[in-house]
């Protein structure tokens, strides 16, 4: 069974830039969830992708947006970068069991913006 | 709204003691309860779930936690701590959109 897996590990964009992360769920989960966790802080819900449609945001600017595909893997794009967007992109993965998610992480994307 | 309270920051426990982390809660309904376990460069790891039934619950690792409604309260306990251990320690709330509290940073010393 393969996890969630996220690329890249890391990278370095320039205030202004756009980027865009990736992530692969894990084999039979159906739902993405994207999170950020800034340097010494929990992580942040981002947004919930199911089914291809977005399924909850959290308190984000529409400047961060996604995509999930047929095979369910999942983009996260950032617009206009700032500053404060510089932290850890989570990724997790999970399907509905009863009325339960449990949620498996990815390692992350380590966003520096300059 | 849904929040979470880690009161410490970071605590150091010696190798062999006992350990508690706090964990306090804030949710209109029946709380979906989480404890997630990041080693460094790592993403989140979870040790154990509530959601209903029983209000202690037996995690992986050796760890358990017991759930409190009158004190809004998911503590996070280990009977005796191993150096593996050390890690940042997250306690969330939420089913689909898990709100995370700030973590508590746990040390082991010798």
């Known amino acids: 069974e393969t996890g969630v897996t996220q690329s890249p590990t890391h990278l370095i964009k320039t205030r202004g830039q756009q980027v865009t992360l990736r992530c692969s769920s894990q084999s039979g989960h159906n739902t993405v969830s994207w999170y950020q966790q800034a340097l010494g802080q929990g992580p942040q819900f981002i947004f919930q992708y199911y089914r291809e449609e977005e399924n909850g945001r959290g308190n984000f600017p529409p400047r961060f947006s996604g995509l999930q595909f047929p095979n369910y893997s999942s983009e996260l794009n950032v617009n206009a970068l700032e500053l404060d967007d510089s932290a850890l992109y989570l990724c997790?993965?999970?399907?509905?069991?009863?009325?339960?998610?449990?949620?498996?992480f990815g390692p992350g994307t380590r966003l520096t913006v300059t | 709204a849904q929040s979470v309270t880690q009161p410490d920051i970071h605590i150091t426990v010696s190798e062999g003691a006992s350990l508690e982390l706090r964990c306090n809660y804030s949710?209109?309904?029946?709380?979906?309860l989480f404890w997630y376990v990041q080693s460094p460069g790592q993403g989140l790891q979870l040790l154990l779930k509530?959601?209903?039934?029983?209000?202690l619950v037996q995690g992986i690792k050796g760890f358990e936690a017991e759930f409190k409604r009158s004190q809004s309260s998911f503590n996070l306990r280990k009977p005796s701590v191993h150096w593996s251990d050390a890690a940042e320690y997250f306690c969330?709330?939420?089913?689909?959109?898990?709100?995370f509290g700030a973590g508590t940073r746990l040390t082991v010393k010798p």
């Open positions: 509530y959601f209903s039934g029983d209000t």
């Open positions: 997790a993965s999970s399907s509905l069991t009863g009325l339960f998610y449990e949620q498996y």
């Open positions: 949710y209109g309904a029946t709380p979906y």
């Open positions: 969330a709330v939420g089913n689909n959109d898990m709100r």
